[in-house]
């Protein structure tokens, strides 16, 4: 094995890393938004903002790296999969925009209509953000037509029954990881209120686990093979049984009080071992069924310059994070206010 293979094989361990990280951390402020309309009090939404407040932007950082880091290392994966996706990523970005500002002006309109405005722009900010990067992992999961080097799809073809329930799943994901995250920094009858609509999501996000799981095998040939074929079955048989004892396990976490940091914890262990299903299905295709991981690498020198780069600043990044997390930690004063 050289070393240009192994290299490869890092670089798409790493941008997985960050794409995960990114789920896991602006999965929970994504989801405040989309919980938003389930607390209509501006005494409540207030609290819901400041839970967030020292730490969403902070959150989409993994978000560029993951993006560019695709650029940089797999060139052809990003000529591909961007014009196959163009209408999704545009929508992604004009969402997380509008939201990104509602945040902000939401505490400084003066009157109530202007409040009203930009909650809304939060919410559907939330909701579509979510929604679109959902539709965005089915339309990668279902396949992108090649031709040569280059897309040779239509502007639609992402617009299907199988990325639209994707797009449902991680709506209901994020809000089950924001009722989880704001288990742990709220109390009282809040508190309350946030854990049965945790549990509503984790109903939710469950089933649509199973839908896109018993959906994926027939997506390909490839795909039905390598989750039920003879013996390869045996190899990931591993995923689905964790996967249900981690459903088990958040279930009773949901149903008891105490330990409110247990149900966060054990809703991003479920979305690690999706992601685990999700590359054992896709492995080692960037763009299936027809470009792998090598095909669409940049030249060695390139991915070595890079990667060089990516072990300094990473650990800088992961250490700046958890400061900032350290530091806000604990439960929330309803009186305080966002600064």
């Given at each position: 094995m050289d070393i240009s293979f192994d290299l490869t094989i890092a670089w798409a361990?790493?941008?997985?890393?960050?794409?995960?990280?990114?789920v896991a951390l602006d999965g929970f402020d994504l989801g405040i938004g989309i919980l938003y309309p389930f607390f209509p009090e501006k005494?409540?939404?207030?609290?819901l903002m400041n839970s967030v407040a020292p730490v969403w932007d902070g959150n989409e950082t993994w978000l560029v790296l993951g993006g560019g880091g695709l650029f940089a290392a797999f060139p052809l994966a990003y000529a591909i999969i961007m014009p196959a996706v163009y209408p999704l990523i545009i929508a992604m970005l004009l969402a997380l925009i509008f939201r990104g500002v509602a945040f902000e002006?939401?505490?400084r309109a003066e009157h109530r209509w202007a409040q009203k405005l930009w909650d809304g722009a939060f919410i559907g900010g939330s909701v579509l953000a979510a929604f679109v990067q959902g539709v965005i992992l089915g339309a990668l999961l279902q396949g992108i037509e090649v031709d040569g080097r280059a897309y040779g799809g239509g502007w639609w073809d992402w617009l299907t029954p199988f990325t639209q329930v994707c797009g449902l799943a991680v709506v209901c994901g994020y809000a089950l990881l924001g009722a989880c995250w704001l288990n742990i920094k709220v109390e009282g009858a809040i508190q309350a209120r946030v854990r049965r609509l945790a549990r509503i999501a984790a109903l939710l996000t469950v089933g649509f686990i199973v839908a896109v799981s018993l959906w994926t095998p027939f997506l390909d040939p490839a795909y039905f093979e390598r989750w039920l074929g003879w013996p390869d079955i045996l190899k990931v048989a591993a995923v689905p049984i964790v996967v249900a004892v981690l459903i088990l396990a958040l279930g009773r976490a949901l149903?008891?009080?105490g330990r409110d940091w247990l149900p966060l914890g054990l809703a991003l262990?479920?979305?690690?071992?999706c992601f685990i299903g999700l590359g054992v299905s896709m492995w080692p295709y960037v763009i299936p069924p027809s470009v792998t991981i090598w095909d669409a690498a940049s030249p060695f020198k390139s991915q070595l310059f890079m990667f060089v780069g990516a072990v300094v600043l990473v650990p800088i990044i992961l250490a700046y994070t958890g400061y900032a997390y350290w530091v806000f930690r604990g439960k929330l004063d309803p009186e305080q206010g966002y600064h």
């Open positions: 361990l790493l941008l997985a890393f960050a794409v995960y990280v990114y005494r409540d939404r207030d609290l002006f939401r505490f149903l008891r009080e262990a479920l979305f690690l071992l």
